[in-house]
């Protein structure tokens, strides 16, 4: 026998010819060195292992033990075999046996290696390899209920030896390898059914018999019949993307085979396998059938997604759309899975054209939150609203000047464009949070820049941008400072707008109380719109103020983390990229600023109960009434830590 002369080709061979992938090592050494002595007259490559035999052989057993294709043991059992989590291999000097993990697997792929050369006998097993191979070394699955996990996701699994038992009892069961499923195991049937139709000279009756189930439509019959004497692989192609005109064919092809053969009384090794290949091939028309109709449902159901995505209000969370439903009430997920979502969203979101924005964006809010909006619906939404916040902006600075000028007072807002946009913007903020979301994120210029691009251009209902800037908060919404002004004045009695009696009127109505001369010019704060009404009468004590700084801390850091701690984290964020010097004072301002707006207000607005919102309201008016603040790009984050850094003067009394 011709055996090449590297350790591990010798020790195949010896198994081989032993029947066996247990070698005792002693008796090997000895053939080894016999053999050696005689091949080396013709071949010098086998002097090595007739000079130093034993020596050769453990210089080189560790590389084929290094890779698992051999393992050294003191006893040829299954017990004494590694396990994954059990005893290591034994020492090569405890050693007695070499055992060849892939002995049976190499059997298998050498039945298969040619599956020309077995077509017409029926699928290797045990008994026509002669072998029998340990029950806790090979995997029994059942041919019509586990063959689809297969079709799912192929895989080597730990023991690839799969025992494929029929539905029919009396064809037993097969031997094959976890990574021919299915496509090897189907070109081998068909190869089956092509030896078959050619050498029993069937075809003309098979043509007969299927035409009148199939419409009887005899060209499309004779056309799939001739396809499996001529083209086998093509026929599993057409199988695996054809849909339901293959699997109509193959099914009734299928059943006319197995009633032909089961019908005869003596059956012949042929007749085995063609019945075996007649299982596997309509069991595999019906999963690939299966198959394509879920693949069809789920492009389906992603296409209902895209276009549930499109509706109002065009934003939505991840946990949202996990509940998105089909126009039948079904849940989408379902149709595909929680996986192949996160997949299609990532698709979404990342891959491009042409270097242009994804067709998905993603808003990004503060702690996380994130929610979904198409691209083309990000400028729509934009101005949308803006429309819808107007109103709510317009009433709440109109009834906040109304509440100043009855006090005849003034706020900067009244006579500065600058700070009146400021006032627009935190009121604005106040009303809907995700419109400032969207509005400070970059991804919206690039979409703005993108439909400036476009043969139709921006709409003129929703030009946000001057060049390479976001339009004042005045041009966006629409709103004048004087209107607001004429209309807070017109609300009030007539006295309140005449300039020769206002001034001695503010006298006499400020003598009383603060005995000032002249009306006070105040800087403006950002107006609630949906807190101010509901927080008057809502006076607090020291007690309470600290009640609700303890809830407010309990919302806003996570758990595990203390206040301090998290304060930090922000203060890292917000103040990361500047210099350590710079850092430092701008830290100490900016704390400076939170300690001073927080005790006027808590002075101004006695009323005033406590919450997040509040809170939240001061931080917006400081950010967007100190110019040094506006060049921050973390806005979000420092107000957080603005936030944060209130409830710590609340909570240790120094507010």
Known sequence: MAITTDLYSILRAYANKNKSPYIKIVPFLDFLGRYAARMAKEQSEWAKWAEKTESQFWNEITECTGD?????????????????????????????????????????????KAIDNIADVPFPNENSLNITIPKDQLE?????????????????????????????????????????????????????LRQYLLTQGNKEHAVHRLTPQLSGNEDYVRENINRITIKPSECVNNMEFYGDGAYFFWSYFCAM??????????????????????????????????????????????????QRIEQ???????????????????????????????????????????????????IQGEEEERWFIQKDKYLPLAGNMLTSVRSQV?????????????????????????????????????????LMLVLQDDKLFLVYKELERSPDGVPPSLQLFDKDRLLPMSSLLQIKR???????????????????FTPIIAFFFHFGKKKKLKPIKRKSPPVDVKKEEQNVGQKESPGDKVQAAREIAARIVPQGRTLDDHLAVMQDRWGGTLKDTGREHLVE??????????????????????????????????????????????????KLYMELYMVKLLLTGKA
């Open 140 to 192: 029994v699955i059942h041919l019509e209920t586990d063959l689809a996990s297969y079709f799912e996701s192929p895989t080597e699994s730990y023991l690839p030896i799969l025992k494929m038992r029929f539905p029919d009892e009396n064809l037993g069961s097969i031997l094959v390898l976890a990574p021919m499923l299915p496509r090897r195991l189907l070109d081998a049937s068909m190869l089956k």
């Open 482 to 500: 004087q209107d607001l002004l004429l209309d807070a004045k017109l609300s009030l009695p007539f006295w309140y707008s005449m300039p020769i």
């Open 68 to 112: 698992g294709r051999c393992v050294l043991m003191s006893e040829p059992s299954a017990e004494a075999l590694p396990r994954e989590g059990g005893p290591p291999p034994a020492e090569p000097a405890a050693a007695n046996y070499v055992y060849m993990s892939l002995f049976y697997v190499e059997k298998i792929q050498e039945a298969y």
């Open 394 to 434: 317009k009433k709440g600075i109109i009834d906040s000047w109304i509440k100043v000028i009855r006090e005849f007072e003034r706020e900067e807002a009244m006579n500065s464009d600058t700070e009146f946009d400021r006032l627009l913007t935190a009121t604005a903020a106040s009303a809907m949070s995700m």
């Open 312 to 362: 109002p209000p065009y934003y939505y969370s991840l946990t949202a759309i996990t509940k998105f439903t089909n126009k039948q009430g079904g849940l989408l997920l379902g149709k595909y899975s929680g996986p192949e979502l996160e997949a299609y969203i990532r698709k979404k979101t990342t891959e491009s054209l042409n270097n242009e924005v994804p067709e998905w964006l993603i």
């Open 257 to 306: 085979l197995k009633n032909d053969i089961k019908k005869q009384r003596e059956k012949l090794a042929q007749d085995i396998a063609v019945l075996e290949a007649a299982y596997i091939i309509d069991i595999c028309n019906s999963l690939y059938k299966y198959r394509a109709q879920g693949e069809r449902e789920r492009e389906a159901a992603f296409r209902s997604l895209d």
């Open 589 to 638: 301002d900016v704390n400076a600023l939170i300690r001073d707006n927080l005790h006027r207000n808590l002075q101004l607005h006695k009323n005033i109960k406590i919450t997040r919102e509040a809170l939240g309201d001061v931080a917006e008016g400081i950010i967007s009434g100190t110019p040094a603040l506006q060049g921050l790009r973390d806005k979000n984050t420092l």
